[in-house]
């Protein structure tokens, strides 16, 4: 069996890209960077465990594309631009072809990106994936949780709900069109990271976050850190392609509480609607009102003749799943 | 159960402490952080996995301790300074008085070195704890693997292979006295990184590294990366006060092949030995010269009479270990 060193070595280093900000990458104790100067340095870290962020067996390229996307969407929901990542690695024995597909779908995406991996550790046990990335962000710019205003629009980019339909099916064996099947699976396995989006949004929108748990405990997090509440137009929600083919109810269900979208929420002034419009043109990702920061506390889900629906946050949570 | 949100609050979020560097902290989709200007950031991430890095039923407050010092003691390899670091946490289930020792630990830690949890992510599965530290240092100034030259000194800080005899003395269940075993079993779960002594060794040591996996190995990484070889004088080398009461080969074996010392090993030129000294006696933690840098590749161990002695590395090693 080859060393740890050895495991790193082989299929985690790769030729010095020349990247300005990465000063000395991986095979020392301490990766060195200097990220721009006079800007913040935006850093997050996320966990996936088999079994609970994927299912044993999961397709080892699929899961090096995701491990990484989930978190450079940390970094899109801060207006961040990624700069270099460091990845520990537990694995229950070495596995040529599994690791030679996980970092060919990691690096797929690094180099998309253009970031660099600065840093490994590689150790034996349960299959578990542990990824930090940088990037950088003028302070002032940075898209943080706790700036919302009454009166502000809420947006979504995307659309929601297709990554959970997707669970469903390899969960719950729900039955679906091929074509949809395959599309729900595609936001399940291969999320996007809004991360162009998430820079053109700078200047323009109030607070951002990514949604990873759904959207009515994610926008709970903003409107807890800004204290205040907000209104949602049930019908404005844009709903993943392949839930459109469900019924009412379970298309609201999982665009509301389904987990896994990894799209952005963000708020924004009314008076900044055409440059929202604007930033999304430029990141070639569509946006979505979806309805109103408001000063009492709590979420409110509309329906079209302004009723409220009963429809409350239980989003996705790795310990409340049992 | 409590959710993932409620734990970080409850466990790991304190108080603003009004760091400097430390702009944004936990609660945000990234901490943000403002590194000294002109200085190059240093990263490391190290994952520790139960049953390989740690016993099942480990003191979760020495663990706490353990799972920083070791990331600290790689910025302490580069010649870092602190400023913050990441957690990630998988936990078979949500015990609260595990939770509560395990902070403990990590933040009396945290806070001698003065630093900052600036996020975090847990989550349900195989006990696992992934650290991201992150330092600044001039790039000028860094200790590097890959500096060494020939004709320099090569010094260990400390002592070495108590932390090992007190892994045999949980694992083998070796007889020792009461005094040398707490002295042992003090060196494997409360290791002390070097961070004062790396600091010091600014613009004086030539080359560093932390001995985790043991110092063969360890070594040999500086050989590697610098293209050299190097002898180290058997008898020279620091044995660790409990491991003294064995005999001389399972001295030798255990400081040369130990793992888990986290003292530093660094080369100097002759011409330094005034400022080691001066830097060992400003950080309070001991040197020994050891050996000295050659141009022929190769770790040569030699006895009082200068014959080879025929022990080889085979440093302790996550992977090869079955």
């Given at each position: 069996m080859p060393s740890e060193f050895d495991l790193i070595t082989r299929f985690f280093t790769r030729p010095?890209?020349?990247?300005?900000?990465?000063q000395l990458g991986v095979g020392d104790d301490c990766a060195l960077i200097a990220p721009p100067p006079h800007e913040s340095l935006a850093v997050s870290s996320d966990m996936l465990v088999e079994g609970r962020h994927f299912l044993p067996g999961a397709d080892p390229k699929l899961l090096g594309h995701k491990a990484l996307a989930v978190n450079l969407s940390d970094l899109a929901a801060m207006g961040a631009k990624p700069i270099c990542f460091t990845l520990a690695l537990s694995l229950p024995a070495v596995d040529d072809a599994w690791l030679a597909a996980f970092a060919d779908g990691l690096f797929a995406l690094a180099d998309a990106e253009q970031i660099v991996l600065i840093g490994g550790d590689t150790t034996r046990g349960p299959l578990t994936i542990c990824i930090t990335v940088l990037g950088h962000v003028p302070f002032h710019a940075a898209l943080r949780r706790d700036g919302a205003h009454v009166g502000d629009d809420i947006w979504v980019s995307g659309n929601l709900g297709d990554a959970r339909l997707g669970l469903e099916l390899l969960t719950h064996h729900r039955s679906l069109a091929a074509h949809h099947a395959d599309s729900a699976l595609l936001r399940l396995h291969c999320p996007t990271p809004r991360v162009s989006l998430g820079l053109a949004l700078r200047g323009i929108a109030s607070a951002a976050i990514d949604i990873s748990d759904g959207l009515m405990g994610d926008l709970g997090h903003i409107l807890q850190r800004s204290a205040l509440g907000a209104s949602i137009e049930a019908d404005a929600l844009p709903i993943g392609t392949a839930l459109r083919s469900q019924d009412r109810q379970l298309q609201l269900e999982f665009a509301l509480?389904?987990?896994?979208?990894?799209e952005l929420c963000f708020c924004a002034s009314p008076s900044q609607r055409e440059k929202v419009l604007a930033a999304s043109s430029t990141a070639g990702v569509a946006v979505t009102r979806i309805g109103t920061i408001e000063p009492i506390a709590g979420l409110r889900i509309i329906d079209l003749d302004g009723t409220q629906l009963p429809i409350r946050s239980h989003s996705f949570d790795h310990f409340a799943l049992s």
């Open positions: 010095a890209q020349g990247e300005g900000a990465v509480n389904g987990g896994d979208d990894y």
